[in-house]
């Protein structure tokens, strides 16, 4: 069976590398690439991201490949936002209030609210709210309170529609950790550092793909 092509997009800020390794280890051709044609061609879009929003955009906008998101979630395929790349997929963000994200999850990305250290940069559990496939099969299910993963950030997001939700965290307060938006997931912890789980999660994003 050939491999889902799985177009991880290149925007030059983070260590983009990684997520592509990662796909790759548990089934996916995924390619790390900003050519247009590739991800029209792909089966499925991921979109990483470490560091500030605003200059993540920027650096998105300046590669060209805004558009390319959208035509990729408005084609109905497979689509996953990790980390930034999750923040990216909300409208705004209060790290930097006078950047416009990509509106594909309605709402804003907040920073964690006092009274604990930011950024969390630790382990911690999900607690799923609803059913979704990133979460099928033993190794992600939610037994003793859910899954590890591991978090590197100071915000999260927040939508509009509560029911975007899949999962949350709790770092002192509730913070929103894996969305769902018809094709759209998202996470904004790492899957590619997460170990097992996060390795499983991935599996789940691959299998998922349709050729």
């Known amino acids: 069976m050939t491999a889902p092509l799985i177009a991880v997009l290149d925007y030059g800020i983070g260590n983009l590398r990684s997520a592509e390794k990662a796909l790759q280890k548990v089934g996916g051709d995924a390619r790390l690439t900003r050519d247009a044609s590739l991800v029209a061609d792909a089966d499925a879009v991921v979109l990483p991201g470490v560091g500030a929003f605003g200059a993540c955009m920027d ?59 930011r950024p969390q940069m630790q382990w911690n559990r999900l607690r799923i709210s609803r059913p979704d496939p990133l979460f099928a099969g033993s190794e992600l299910a939610d037994v003793g309170g859910g899954p590890w993963v591991y978090f590197v950030h100071s915000l999260h997001g927040v939508p509009r529609d509560a029911n975007d939700v899949v999962a949350t965290c709790e770092y002192g307060s509730t913070l929103n950790a894996v969305f769902r938006r018809g094709n759209v997931s998202a996470t904004q912890f790492h899957p590619e550092k997460s170990g097992t789980v996060g390795l499983a999660l991935l599996r789940n994003f691959v299998s998922g793909v349709s050729r």
């Open 59 to 117: 650096a998105l906008r300046g590669a060209g490949l805004e558009n390319v998101v959208h035509d990729a979630v408005a084609s109905g395929r497979p689509f996953l936002g990790i980390c930034v790349g999750m923040q990216m997929l909300f409208d705004d963000s209060e790290e930097n209030p006078e950047a416009r994200g990509l509106g594909v999850i309605p709402g804003s990305v907040r920073w964690i609210p006092p009274g604990v250290k």
